[in-house]
């Protein structure tokens, strides 16, 4: 007797998007999908915002039993309550998020690497500012930059590593001034309005002149990133490799 078809594995990247403009974060979301899709042969990668009504119950009802991929930064109100409550009333496995992944530390040491080396920098002589979106609700969206931010320091041996943050103290236009040669790392996954708008106010304000890195989303080993963790986790959880 033939055995059944093994199911098709599938998972959903999740982010908070834009409730201000969701179609565009959907389409920058869909475009990291079909990245790390391209690097899980057997696995159908989905997307969905949560700014996006209904967009997350779609894709799952799609892809049928999903495993849901958490594209935030931490542990935080929205990854532990808003979307860990949408994982089981729909049946389906969440996973650990995108800022807590083992690789992420590696991943940014490289990337501020090749920033400095293209401006003939030395992070021996050089301050790093750590903009994160902070929470007036949960300490361990800071408490996740701030871990962040401490090993890039120990790791490249910046002159000075500063956290600022947009919704708590200290906040990011307090912290970034009087510095000379700096760069700005974000602490944010999505080319967001926080991107965009609040970063760049809080760091002119500030009279900060360096350059600022792109969100994660960004970044040329994300997918890669992404994929291996999904891959990783899938195991764990018992899913056949393929």
């Known amino acids: 007797m033939a055995e059944p078809p093994t199911p098709p594995l599938s998972a959903v990247i999740v982010a908070h998007g834009s409730p201000s ?41 799609r892809l049928g039993k999903p495993l849901i991929y958490p594209f935030f930064m931490a542990r935080g109100w929205f990854t532990g309550q808003v979307l860990a409550k949408k994982a089981r009333a729909l049946g389906v496995r969440m996973l650990e998020p995108f800022g807590v992944e083992p690789g992420l ?44 931010a401490k090993t890039l320091h120990a790791g490249l041996g910046f002159t000075a590593t500063r956290t600022g943050f947009i919704e708590q103290p200290p906040f990011l236009k307090d912290v970034a001034q009087g510095l000379s040669q700096a760069v700005c790392l974000p602490y944010f996954a999505q080319e967001s309005g926080h991107m965009s708008d609040d970063v760049p106010a809080a760091l002119a304000a500030a009279g900060f002149e360096g350059p600022t890195l ?25 899913l056949p490799c393929k």
């Open 21 to 61: 403009d969701p179609p565009s974060q959907e389409a920058a979301l869909r475009a990291l999908a079909v990245r790390v899709e391209s690097r899980m042969p057997g696995w159908e990668i989905g997307s969905a915002t949560l700014a996006t009504t209904g967009k997350l119950e779609a894709e799952i009802a």
């Open 214 to 238: 792109p969100p994660f989303i960004a970044w040329a080993d994300t997918p890669a990133l992404i994929a291996e963790s999904i891959a990783r986790q899938g195991a764990e959880a018992g």
């Open 105 to 148: 530390q590696a991943c940014a040491r490289r990337e501020l690497s090749a920033f400095l080396a293209a401006r003939g920098w030395q992070a021996s002589e050089t301050a790093l500012v750590v903009a994160a979106h902070g929470s007036a609700v949960s300490r361990t969206s800071a408490d996740s930059a701030y871990a962040f």
